[in-house]
């Protein structure tokens, strides 16, 4: 595609639902990544895909985050029993190789839980 | 935790001046970039700088790397009121492993 896409761009949750959060990365880009960007703070890095395998997952906070990446192609992030202090912007971002290139951004998905 | 630190963390200029945003970094790195953030979207890339550049242009950027005080900086010339954003620094280190970004500069050009 055009771009890296995310959806929903929006999302809201009642404390305790399951909410999944959906990336579609630039067609040919091997490498996947999830950043958790809190109001007026940089991106914090939570998981790294190349291909289909899951690299690193050491800053997914909890167990609760699960990121998955079947194909190779779009990616899905799962958070369960959805928390206030998950409320955050979630960015998806994809290179065509890896950490050494530039990355390209979605618009992230705004998630607020109640 | 983040490696990279911004500095200043706000900025106001007036149209057609500089503005010199800083990034401090703890660890040896492989490379070096820069990102924009206008409010409300995603990242998008500037200039990259590897470990054995010393400076980089690309239109009204300029970007230094001293790699001897882990430091570098991000000019913007001639600022614009359409500059306004944030701005973030994000290193890679040697292994290509971790890729993190510092708390950015909020840069707001006053027209």
């Known amino acids: 595609g055009a771009g890296v896409s995310q959806s929903p761009r929006y999302k809201v949750a009642k404390r305790g639902q399951d909410v999944a959060l959906r990336c579609d990365p630039i067609?040919?880009?091997?490498?996947l990544f999830w950043y958790q960007q809190a109001l007026g703070q940089g991106p914090e890095f939570l998981t790294y895909f190349q291909n289909e395998a899951q690299l690193d997952k050491s800053g997914l906070p909890s167990d609760r985050f699960f990121a998955e990446r079947p194909e190779g192609s779009v990616s899905t992030l799962k958070i369960q029993r959805t928390q206030q202090e998950d409320s955050a912007v979630y960015l998806c971002?994809?290179?065509?190789?890896?950490?050494?290139?530039?990355?390209?951004f979605g618009s992230g998905t705004q998630l607020s839980v109640l | 935790s983040q490696q990279g630190e911004e500095d200043p963390q706000a900025l106001s200029i007036q149209e057609g001046e500089n503005a010199t945003m800083n990034c401090s970094y703890k660890t040896s790195i492989n490379n070096l970039q820069w990102y924009r953030q206008n409010s409300g979207r995603g990242l998008v890339h500037l200039i990259l700088i590897r470990s054995n550049e010393r400076e980089k242009h690309s239109g009204r950027l300029r970007v230094t790397l001293d790699t001897s005080k882990k430091s570098s900086s991000l000019l913007i010339t001639a600022s614009r009121a359409a500059d306004t954003a944030s701005y973030f620094c994000?290193?890679?280190?040697?292994?290509?492993?971790?890729?993190?970004f510092g708390p950015g500069t909020r840069l707001s050009v006053l027209p």
């Open positions: 994000a290193t890679v280190d040697n292994y290509g492993q971790n890729f993190v």
């Open positions: 067609s040919g880009h091997v490498s």
């Open positions: 971002a994809s290179s065509s190789t890896g950490f050494n290139e530039k990355l390209f």
